[in-house]
């Protein structure tokens, strides 16, 4: 667990971490440098989820390394089903970071919500669905490795 008290916002305990694959956490469907390293630290104190339609069918393959549970979507339409499986884990204790129209309602419902402007591009549901933007994938993770960094970004 990690937690981070935000002035004017109070103690957020997180406990899992939710990432979209495809263009947050790869490009083209390929493992983004840097990526791999953070999320396997991030894994020794939250539980690290991917979450994906797997678009180019590599991310089991690309993320075999990384310390997390790998979830497939089984619905076309994934938005729903994101935002579903953040609610199974409890909101309250979840980072969410993504980048498509399809994470908008993850980001919204999880604690924090974090979007992605990767080389992909990024949905704007997904940025009015977000309580951060950061420039690319390693800056996201890292707001959780350095808890100052989303203090300075969210207090009031």
Do not use: W
Not at 37 to 57: Q, S
Not at 93 to 108: E, I, P, R, W, Y
């Amino acid at each position: 667990m990690i937690t981070i008290t935000i002035p004017g916002r109070g103690a957020i305990t997180f406990q899992h971490i939710v990432l979209d694959y495809n263009g947050t956490l790869g490009c083209d469907g390929n493992l983004i440098p840097g990526v791999k390293e953070r999320l396997n630290l991030l894994a020794e104190n939250v539980k690290v989820h991917i979450i994906t339609a797997d678009t180019f069918g590599l991310c089991k393959s690309s993320c075999r390394e990384i310390k997390a549970v790998i979830h497939i979507l089984t619905s076309a339409t994934g938005g729903p089903e994101k935002e579903q499986y953040v609610e199974t884990l409890g909101p309250e204790g979840v980072m969410a970071v993504g980048n498509g129209n399809n994470d908008a309602l993850m980001l919204a419902r999880a604690a924090v919500g974090v979007a992605v402007l990767g080389p992909e591009g990024t949905s704007t549901l997904a940025l009015k669905a977000s309580d951060v933007v950061v420039n690319d994938i390693n800056a996201g993770l890292d707001l959780l490795l350095n808890p100052k960094r989303l203090i300075a970004t969210l207090r009031t």
